[in-house]
């Protein structure tokens, strides 16, 4: 258990749908990271958050969003969900001290139909 | 753009053997990771290397950084079919932790 918890574990929608993702980081963690695994892309970063700021963008469609609140839990926005949007989603948290690890949560796995 | 590629993609190896797989990426970086994926699981972080010339070892594996030549190898000694699973790579190019780029991941399955 790496600490790094995420709600849902699974997730069935339908094709324009609109969910969030929601991610509690390890205690003492501020960074919170978000990732996309499917079969096509690989595993892809979509975002990060320091301490409630956006601090990095990566490959994350403008249809998704995401925040991180004030007692550092993460929430990520998918909407106008399409087929290709189906992935598990991950969490992962980095450490404030060297060598800075990620610690990635259990995932959702997000499916659209 | 930092890429990081591995191989091979696919092992398939028997029970008692060794095998390296390789993970070569594109930009200067002094902090790579070696994750473990089971199918529908999460990563498990396995090592991380932070200088040039690390070895890391835990029980049949190790894991090496050549920083200057920019690849990672993952050595596997006397597999047994526990280790069957996804691994991957992954680069952070950053000074105190940021986003990893990840390689495609190696499949290795351990026949008996």
């Known amino acids: 258990d790496s600490g790094v918890t995420q709600t849902p574990k699974h997730l069935i929608t339908a094709t324009g749908q609109r969910v969030t993702l929601r991610c509690s980081p390890r205690?003492?963690?501020?960074?919170v990271y978000w990732y996309q695994q499917s079969l096509d892309q690989g595993l892809q970063f979509l975002i990060q958050y320091y301490n409630g700021e956006e601090r990095a963008k990566g490959n994350i469609l403008e249809r998704f969003s995401a925040q991180q609140f004030p007692d550092l839990h993460s929430e990520l926005n998918l909407s106008s969900l399409e087929l290709g949007d189906s992935a598990l989603y991950f969490c992962?948290?980095?450490?404030?001290?060297?060598?800075?690890?990620?610690?990635f949560g259990p995932g959702t796995r997000l499916t659209v139909t | 753009e930092l890429k990081v590629e591995q191989n091979p993609l696919f092992l398939s190896m028997q029970e008692g053997k060794n095998y390296t797989i390789y993970c070569n990426y594109s930009?200067?970086?002094?902090?790579l990771y070696w994750y473990r994926q089971d199918p529908g699981k999460s990563l498990e972080s396995l090592f991380v290397l932070l200088s040039n010339g690390a070895v890391k070892q835990e029980g049949r594996l190790m894991a090496s950084l050549d920083t200057k030549a920019r690849l990672s190898t993952l050595h596997i000694t006397a597999a047994v079919h526990d280790l069957s699973a996804t691994y991957f790579c992954a680069v952070d190019i950053g000074s105190s932790g940021s986003r990893l780029t990840f390689g495609e991941g190696t499949q290795l399955t351990v026949n008996p």
């Open positions: 930009t200067t970086s002094d902090r």
């Open positions: 205690s003492g963690d501020l960074s």
């Open positions: 992962a948290s980095t450490s404030r001290d060297p060598p800075y690890e990620q610690y």
